[in-house]
Each structure stands twice: as structure tokens, then as C-alpha cells.
């Protein structure tokens, strides 16, 4: 089993539509979780931290369900330019030191047409 | 700007040679990583190092080598053992601690010709 697994899509929807992207996760002693975007042929950039709580920025929200070690984002209303990979990213790092030893799926792309 | 610098941005490597690709950060971050991504793949950690003067092997270290002289700096040298290196090599860096969010280089890809 993959550390990390995603769906890899492509997910393709209207402009306005709602999306979710699903990831879950092998390590259990897990403790911090991301959702990175990547453009094409560029290196990925963080669009938000998942915490245990959910949390939203926007648009995008994202869920942590510990017990079934899964982590979701939703978008709404999504643009064109919301057209990307989303890559989740798991840190797998021994937390004493703080170390992040960040585990990345293989990631999910999205195109949204017009 | 504050950043994190990869060069070159596009390498090619003959068969049996040895490559170094750069990697610069001025965040003054503790932590720097090295990734490679191949297509359908996520991000592989080839090397990390927490701290100048050390470093560790991550999950797909043969055939690469590291050094972390200076805080700033990262390099990763390809070597000739390494049987695949056509991929898309990426560096980062964090602050050590949980949390924070990695930064990226704009990355280098190298082919084998």
C-alpha cells in the first residue's frame, strides 16, 4: 500500500462547479497535513494546511478524518484558473525534532472548462 | 526577495557522467530537501538535511550524492550509478518545525542524451 494514495483523475468539470478531492494515508502516528498545488512543468506551492478541525480559505475547505486516516478539499465555484494538480502531502517526519518528512501523492489534476 | 534558487533549469547529461545541480535558499531555513518527480509519480525524497554538516538518505538515494557546507546551499550531485536520472529534479526548504510550509525551487530537468 502507498504511503500516500490519491486519485489521479483527471477530474474534468464546468466553470461554477463544485470538486472534491480525496487522499488517504497508511501512517496513523501522522500529524500534519497539506494540500500543495502544482502547475504544469512548475514546482508546487502550498495552498493550505489541513488541521483537525477543518479549515477553509475561501473557496477551499479542507477536512482530516483521523480515525479513517483520510483528508479531503473541496472547491466551489471553481475558476479555470483553479486548473492544476492538487498534490496531498502528508509529514511522516519524527515530530521530536521537528523534522518534516514530507510524503507526497501522486496527485489529482483538475481542468476546468469554460 | 527572499527565495529559493535552482540552477540550471535545464541539464543534459551523456551517459556516464557526473552532474551537480544547485540549490540556494537566503530564507535562513534549517532544513533543506531534495525531490525527484518523474511523470504519474509524486514527489520521491532523494536527501534531507536538518543542519550544516549534516544529511540524510531518503527514500531513493542510490546513485546520488549531497554536501551541506553552508546553510544556504544544497547541491545534489547525479552520478554515474544512477541508472534512470531523466527526471524532474526539485529543492525545498523549511524551518524545523511541524507546521510550516515547504518552498520550493522552480527545478531542473535532466535528460540523459
Known amino acids: 500500500r502507498k504511503e500516500v494514495e490519491q486519485d489521479p483523475g483527471p477530474f474534468n468539470v464546468p466553470e461554477g462547479a463544485t470538486v472534491a478531492f480525496n487522499c488517504t494515508y497508511s501512517?496513523?502516528?501522522?500529524?500534519?497535513f497539506f494540500w500543495y498545488r502544482q502547475d504544469c512543468r512548475k514546482e508546487p506551492k502550498l495552498l493550505m494546511s489541513?488541521?483537525?478541525s477543518g479549515n477553509e480559505d475561501g473557496r477551499f475547505t479542507a477536512q482530516l478524518n483521523r480515525a479513517s486516516q483520510y483528508i479531503s478539499l473541496l472547491i466551489r465555484d471553481s475558476k479555470l484558473s483553479d486548473s492544476a494538480t492538487y498534490l496531498c502531502?502528508?509529514?511522516?517526519?519524527?515530530?521530536?525534532?521537528?523534522?518534516?518528512?514530507?510524503?507526497f501523492g501522486t496527485g489529482t489534476r483538475l481542468l476546468v472548462s469554460p | 526577495d527572499g527565495g529559493i534558487t535552482q540552477s540550471p533549469k535545464y541539464l543534459f547529461r551523456k551517459e556516464g557522467q557526473n552532474v551537480t545541480l544547485s540549490c540556494e535558499q537566503n530564507?535562513?531555513?534549517?532544513?533543506m530537501y531534495w525531490y525527484r518527480q518523474d511523470p504519474g509519480q509524486g514527489l520521491r525524497l532523494i536527501y534531507y538535511?536538518?543542519?550544516?554538516?549534516?544529511?540524510q538518505k531518503g527514500d531513493i538515494a542510490e546513485g546520488y550524492s549531497v554536501s551541506r557546507e553552508k546553510k544556504e546551499s544544497f547541491p545534489l550531485t547525479v552520478t554515474s550509478a544512477q541508472k534512470n536520472p531523466t527526471a524532474f529534479y526539485l529543492c525545498?526548504?523549511?524551518?524545523?518545525?511541524?507546521?510550516?510550509?515547504?518552498?520550493f525551487g522552480q527545478g531542473t530537468r535532466l535528460t540523459v542524451v
Open positions: 530564507l535562513n531555513h534549517d532544513a
Open positions: 489541513v488541521y483537525s
Open positions: 525545498a526548504s523549511s524551518i524545523n518545525r511541524e507546521w510550516t510550509e515547504a518552498f
Open positions: 538535511s536538518q543542519i550544516v554538516n549534516d544529511f
Open positions: 502531502v502528508v509529514n511522516m517526519g519524527t515530530g521530536y525534532t521537528g523534522f518534516q518528512k514530507l510524503v
Open positions: 501512517n496513523s502516528a501522522s500529524q500534519s
